[in-house]
């Protein structure tokens, strides 16, 4: 079953330029997590907001959640060509942890 | 350091030889989990785990077998690989459940011939 729908599946933009990642996902939740993963590497955390947050900050990151609309997005503001990764959206079904198939960003410097 | 590893990283097997996956983490952590990760299809969790002696099925568990004898450890076994297994595979874990973040491995690139 696929909870999170990631949007766009690819974005390249410039160093120093915002990149904005957008999730679906279909079921009320408790919470939405946001990973990160660098070509073919484990992924990493970056943030989780429970569903009762609107917005969460975390250094150059901003997630917002909409539950209404079922939809989360996430901004890496000034972006660098380290940001260069693809990002997955994961809510929770139950006991189990379902991922969209991601964001390809691209950064160039 | 807090860390899950893997082993082994890389594996290219014939159909039909019996492998192990081994995963471990060093974070006393009550849940874990396997996923593989194919082009186009994100991450499919394949099995999990609560907690010793508690496993549960995830989306893909087909023609795949875990155990959990050690809180730490959470090996993944194909007793019959077939070529629609080779995959990215990923062991995570996390604090309690799915609810919080997961740790994960490095990943085992399997390639079945």
């Known amino acids: 079953s696929q909870q999170g729908e990631e949007d766009p599946q690819a974005l390249s933009i410039q160093e120093g330029e915002n990149a904005t990642m957008n999730c679906s996902y279909k079921?009320?939740?408790?919470?939405l997590q946001w990973y990160r993963q660098n070509s073919g590497r484990g992924l990493v955390h970056l943030i989780l907001i429970r569903s009762n947050e609107r917005e969460k900050h975390s250094g150059r990151l901003r997630v917002t959640l909409d539950t209404s609309k079922k939809s989360s997005s996430l901004l890496i503001t000034a972006s660098r060509a380290a940001d260069t990764a693809s990002y997955f959206c994961?809510?929770?079904?139950?006991?189990?942890?379902?991922f969209g198939t991601g964001t390809r960003l691209q950064v160039f410097p | 350091e807090a860390q899950v590893t893997q082993n082994p990283r890389y594996l290219i097997t014939v159909t039909g030889k019996k492998l192990t996956v081994t995963c471990s983490q060093n974070m006393n952590h009550e849940y874990m989990s396997w996923y593989r990760q194919d082009p186009g299809l994100g991450l499919r969790q394949i099995y999990y785990?609560?907690?010793?002696?508690?496993?549960d099925k995830g989306d893909v568990p087909e023609g795949y077998k875990v155990s959990r004898k050690e809180k730490r450890n959470f090996p993944l076994i194909l007793e019959s690989p077939s070529p629609n297994q080779t995959s990215l595979y990923f062991c995570a874990s996390s604090r309690t459940s799915a609810y919080t973040e997961q740790y994960f491995g490095p990943g085992t690139r399997l390639t079945v011939t």
């Open positions: 994961a809510t929770r079904d139950i006991d189990k942890l379902i």
């Open positions: 079921t009320s939740i408790n919470n």
């Open positions: 785990s609560m907690n010793v002696e508690v496993t």
